[in-house]
């Protein structure tokens, strides 16, 4: 099975950029469909962006369109998240996850596996 290792996270300023990784082991993540989530404090897990398996479909939650951008390294078994012009809004727990399957890649029960999460604090 897959292990899921978040990192990059960190405090920053409103409108400053970050670059998520998540490095995958102990399988290829050219067989899975591939997403970032993220939690606020006191919220439900969200969505992000997430990206199909050969990494020509991507989708993006409405309120990171235009600033996040979902990518794979199939070479290097990592996927990455850029965000740009952050917001505080932005701020919680960024999690990386691997569908197995086929299910629709912005739906939280498709994914199969997680990852533990790395904290995103922007400050206004």
């Known amino acids: 099975q897959v292990q899921l290792a978040e990192s990059g996270g960190g405090l920053v300023q409103a409108g400053d950029s970050l670059r998520l990784s998540c490095a995958a082991s102990g399988d290829t993540i050219s067989t899975y469909n591939m997403g970032w989530f993220r939690q606020a404090a006191g919220k439900e897990r969200e969505f992000v962006a997430a990206?199909?398996?050969?990494?020509?479909?991507?989708n993006y939650a409405n309120a990171v369109t235009g600033r996040f951008t979902i990518s794979r390294g199939n070479a290097d078994n990592t996927v990455y998240l850029q965000m740009n012009i952050l917001k505080p809004e932005d701020t919680g727990t960024y999690y990386c996850a691997a569908d197995a399957g086929y299910g629709p890649l912005n739906l939280e029960a498709s994914y199969d596996h997680w990852g533990q999460g790395t904290q995103v604090t922007v400050s206004s």
């Open positions: 990206i199909g398996r050969r990494g020509s479909t991507r």
